[in-house]
């Protein structure tokens, strides 16, 4: 079986070659080749320290160690929805974007049988590690493991120290010293972690590859859970469900809200049938309820020809009546929405149903039918 290490690494690529000299001083399998999660601000920083200044070559022939592969490739830049490497990981889309791929690099290692994977987490921001430890506890095999690695004080954070060496090498340390490195002492701490993948659904572990982190989180907090809330704020224009929220507009907050109307009532659904367009109420139901928190123009004037003030006073010579487009349009986008963000067998919960019958289709909240308790916010 092919060991190999998965590092993440920031400002300090150090963290590598002293992972590797604690690997071999507790006597632990080498790596035959090396993985490192980065972003592009860093990469400089790291194949600088490790090649051009040859460093990890320095490490393999003072200790005589087998060849270790670090090719170019095997530098994965932390991207974006787009495919596009992060220039860092400070704003919060940033810290998505590195969440989601973490969690689809381990995905990718951990399905390769015939390699046991080594994980540290001593490099990169705290989040990083966050990140890599938890897509570890969620993938992680039997064959792998996860450490930290730590140097005394008198070397932490010194620019050029690497590893400690066989023979005397003096650098410059801290606030203007000078220290051996063959006087630094490392030391790898191997972290005990739960390995959640024999107790998680194999057609989760499946969507991973292509669901987002939060996704994945919001999967596996609702399998546990026997009563599902769905809460709708419609001040906020959000829908928020198995911990993940879901922004919507003005328009398509009032829309779910005027559906879950007709979801709850008797016949629990709403009918457009061949008299839709002929009737004034289906607009006026779903303008009361976009009146309470919109007064959008482009809705108000432009799709049911009405002013916001002459509805609000009951004139309502002018307005036209609810287009069947207007529905399915509007579901539509909403759905999207809801699909985009969460996986699909929490999605297929709360998304607004439809079923076409000769001349009429009927729209339903599907939460209603999955029996999701709504809690709504005005």
């Given at each position: ?12 690529p ?13 006597g632990?399998p080498m ?6 999660i ?6 400089a920083?790291?194949?600088d ?5 040859g ?5 393999i022939?003072?200790?005589?160690l087998p ?51 080594h ?26 493991s ?5 140097v ?20 410059d340390?801290?606030?203007?010293t000078?220290?051996?490195?063959i006087?630094?002492?490392?030391t ?5 972690f ?31 859970k026997?009563d ?19 922004k919507?507009t ?42 309470q ?8 004037r ?26 399915q ?25 439809s ?6 289709t009927?729209y ?15």
């Amino acid at each position: 079986m092919k060991n190999v290490l998965l590092i993440v690494t920031g400002a300090s690529p150090q963290v590598l070659t002293e992972t590797l000299f604690a690997l071999y001083q507790q006597g632990k399998p080498m790596p035959e080749e090396i993985f490192v999660i980065t972003t592009k601000s860093t990469k400089a920083m790291l194949t600088d320290g490790l090649f051009k200044q040859g460093n990890l070559a320095k490490l393999i022939a003072d200790y005589k160690l087998p060849c270790i592969k670090l090719p170019d490739e095997n530098i994965c830049l932390i991207e974006d929805d787009k495919g596009q490497p992060i220039n860092d990981a400070k704003s919060e889309i940033e810290q998505t974007y590195m969440a989601d791929f973490i969690t689809r690099k381990v995905f990718e290692l951990t399905n390769k049988n015939d390699i046991s994977i080594h994980a540290s987490i001593a490099g990169g921001r705290k989040t990083m590690a966050f990140y890599l430890g938890y897509a570890m506890s969620l993938l992680g095999r039997e064959q792998d493991s996860l450490s930290h690695v730590f140097v005394n004080s008198e070397f932490e954070f010194v620019r050029d120290f690497y590893y400690p060496t066989p023979y005397d090498h003096i650098i410059d340390g801290k606030n203007g010293t000078q220290v051996n490195c063959i006087n630094a002492n490392v030391t790898l701490a191997e972290i005990p972690f739960v390995r959640m993948r024999q107790s998680i659904d194999e057609t989760l572990i499946a969507n991973m590859q292509s669901a987002s982190f939060s996704q994945t989180v919001a999967s596996l907090n609702s399998a546990h859970k026997k009563d599902l809330t769905l809460e709708v704020n419609a001040k906020a224009k959000t829908l928020t469900f198995a911990g993940i929220e879901i922004k919507l507009t003005a328009k398509e907050t009032a829309f779910y809200l005027w559906l879950n109307q007709y979801s709850q009532n008797e016949n629990k659904q709403l009918v457009v049938g061949r008299d839709f367009e002929e009737s004034l109420r289906y607009s006026k139901e779903y303008l009361m309820l976009l009146q309470q928190n919109s007064s959008d123009l482009r809705i108000f004037r432009d799709t049911f020809g009405i002013e916001p003030e002459d509805f609000r006073e009951g004139i309502h010579s002018n307005l036209k009546v609810m287009e069947k487009t207007f529905v399915q349009q509007t579901r539509s986008r909403i759905n999207s929405k809801i699909n985009k963000v969460l996986p699909n067998e929490l999605a297929k919960k709360i998304a607004i149903d439809s079923n076409n019958q000769s001349f009429e289709t009927s729209y339903w909240l599907s939460a209603v039918t999955h029996n999701i308790k709504i809690n709504i916010t005005a």
